[in-house]
């Protein structure tokens, strides 16, 4: 399944998830509550929003420009469990977060201020569905060399959500069998390493778990 700005507008995004055991869905109002606590810490200048994973390929905001960007201090990881969308508790996976590391390349966007709250409230319905993320403000490097603060979503350590890594072959194991009412959780490892070669980031972890775990899901 390809997820949809109209899937996140109507609320069926979030009907696909429920309650599970340690995870209670957060509701709308948890969620805009998270989304103004963060703005009020925002730094001046315009808002860019740093993609890792999905985004970068299916961002579904709109936006006024995007390009590449280096964020120093964190890196991709499988590192949060995955209990529903693109898996169950019966087929568990990993979704990917940025935790501690050395750094990690991206894009970040920049979004406009004449609907700025809008566009992040998609956003936020999108990442923060259990609150397994915690969105921060970091210094990222843009490819033309500026130095700008972006919004970045990070894996949340104090979250049960949270999974410290334990390596490509067991998380590709998990990712390899992990289904859900979104599609499965190889499908997603699979566009996010060609997502990476088609923008030019280089990633030996996601591309090492990719190989991985797509030898494991081959019939």
């Given amino acids: 399944m390809v997820l949809t700005r109209e899937m996140l507008q109507s609320g069926a995004f979030l009907e696909a998830f429920g309650d599970l055991p340690g995870q209670a869905r957060w509701s709308l109002e948890r969620i805009d509550a998270s989304l103004h606590a963060t703005l009020a810490r925002r730094p001046a200048g315009p808002l860019w929003l740093y993609a890792y994973g999905s985004l970068i390929w299916n961002p579904l905001f709109h936006y006024e420009a995007r390009q590449g960007a280096l964020l120093r201090g964190w890196q991709r990881h499988f590192c949060l469990q995955l209990l529903a969308g693109r898996a169950c508790p019966q ?6 977060a940025l935790d501690a590391g050395d750094a990690c390349a991206g894009v970040v966007f920049r979004l406009a201020e004449s609907n700025l709250l809008e566009e992040l409230r998609l956003v936020w319905i999108r990442e923060m569905v259990y609150g397994s993320y915690r969105p921060i403000w970091a210094p990222v490097r843009l490819d033309d060399g500026q130095d700008v603060q972006a919004l970045v979503f990070v894996a949340d350590p104090t979250q049960p959500q949270y ?8 998380t590709a194991r998990l990712i390899a069998t992990a289904h859900g009412p979104l599609g499965s959780n190889l499908d997603y490892l699979l566009r996010l390493d060609e997502s990476q070669v088609e923008h030019g980031i280089r990633d030996p972890y996601v591309h090492r778990l990719a190989a991985a775990a797509r030898d494991l899901g081959a019939p």
């Avoid at 087929?91 to 990917?96: A, I, Q, V």
């Avoid at 999974?163 to 067991?170: I, K, R, S, Y």
């Fill in 163 to 170: 999974a410290a890594d334990t390596g490509v072959e067991p």
């Fill in 91 to 96: 087929t568990p996976g990993r979704m990917l």
